[in-house]
C-alpha cells in the first residue's frame, strides 16, 4: 500500500500569504497524485490532477507539483475563502489512498 | 444538472446492515468508474471500494473485504454499496464519487453530498 504523508498537519496564515503543502508517498507513483480541498460539512473538490494539471474552474492561486515520491501544493496569495482542508491522492496502484490532511486556518 | 445523491445511511447495530445507493443525474452513469470514500467523524477520507464501467471489475480496501459489496445498475444510473458486519469504526459519512481517468488511475471529479452511517447500540 502506497502511504501518503502530507505536511504539515495544520497550519494557520494570513490572507496574501503564499502557502505550501507537500506530500510524500512511499513508493514512487509518478504523476498520479491529485489534490483535493474540502471546507467544513462540504464534499471534498478535484483541484489539482495529476500532479500538475489545472481543473477548469479553480482559481489560478492553486498551483500543483513533483513527481515520483514528493509533490507540492502551493496556494498563493491565500485568500480568507481558502480555509479548509487539503488532501493529496495517489491512483497509480491499489488500494487508492489519500494522505491525512493538511488543515488551514485563516487567521 | 451533473450530480450524485447518496441516500440508504443510517443508524444500525453493530454486525448489522445496510445497503447505500447513490443516483446519478446529468450524465451516462455507464461512461464511468465509480468508488465509495469514507470519512469517520472529524478524520480523513479513504477509499473503501470501486467498481469499474461494467460492473464486472471491483476493489475494496482490506478492511472491508468480505464484508462490504459494490455494485452498479447502469440502467437506472444508480451505484450501491452492501455493507454487512458493521462495526463501530466503519461508522462515517458515505459519499460516492465519479471517477474520471484510466483503469483505477482516475482523479474524482464529481462528489456527492454523503450519507451518514452510525454504528451503534
Known amino acids: 500500500e502506497v502511504v501518503l504523508t502530507q505536511s504539515p498537519d495544520f497550519q494557520s496564515v494570513t490572507p496574501k500569504e503564499k502557502v505550501t503543502i507537500t506530500c510524500r508517498a512511499s513508493?514512487?507513483?509518478?504523476?498520479?497524485l491529485h489534490w483535493y480541498q474540502q471546507k467544513p460539512d462540504q464534499s471534498p473538490k478535484l483541484l489539482i490532477k495529476?500532479?500538475?494539471q489545472s481543473i477548469s474552474g479553480v482559481p489560478s492561486r492553486f498551483s500543483g507539483s513533483g513527481s515520483g515520491t514528493d509533490f507540492t501544493l502551493t496556494i498563493n496569495s491565500l485568500e480568507p475563502e481558502d480555509a479548509a482542508a487539503y488532501y493529496c491522492?495517489?491512483?497509480?496502484?491499489?488500494?487508492?489512498?489519500f494522505g491525512q490532511g493538511t488543515k488551514l486556518e485563516i487567521k | 444538472e451533473v450530480q450524485l445523491v447518496e441516500s440508504g445511511g443510517g443508524l444500525v447495530q453493530p454486525g448489522g446492515s445496510l445497503r447505500l445507493s447513490c443516483a446519478a443525474s446529468?450524465?451516462?452513469?455507464?461512461?464511468?468508474?465509480m468508488y465509495w470514500v469514507r470519512q469517520a467523524p472529524g478524520k480523513g477520507l479513504e477509499c473503501v471500494s470501486g467498481?469499474?464501467?461494467?460492473?464486472?471489475?471491483?476493489f475494496y480496501v482490506d478492511s472491508v473485504k468480505g464484508s462490504f459489496t459494490i455494485s452498479r445498475d447502469n440502467s437506472r444510473n444508480t451505484l450501491h454499496l452492501q455493507m454487512g458486519s458493521l462495526r463501530p469504526d466503519d461508522m462515517a459519512v458515505y459519499y460516492c464519487?465519479?471517477?474520471?481517468?484510466?483503469?483505477?488511475?482516475?482523479?474524482?471529479?464529481?462528489w456527492g453530498q454523503g450519507t451518514m452511517v452510525t454504528v451503534s447500540s
Open positions: 464519487a465519479r471517477g474520471t481517468g484510466s483503469g483505477w488511475n482516475d482523479v474524482f471529479d464529481l
Open positions: 491522492h495517489q491512483t497509480s496502484s491499489l488500494p487508492l489512498t
Open positions: 446529468g450524465f451516462t452513469l455507464s461512461l464511468y468508474t
Open positions: 467498481v469499474g464501467t461494467r460492473g464486472d471489475d471491483t
Open positions: 513508493q514512487s507513483i509518478g504523476s498520479s
Open positions: 495529476y500532479a500538475s
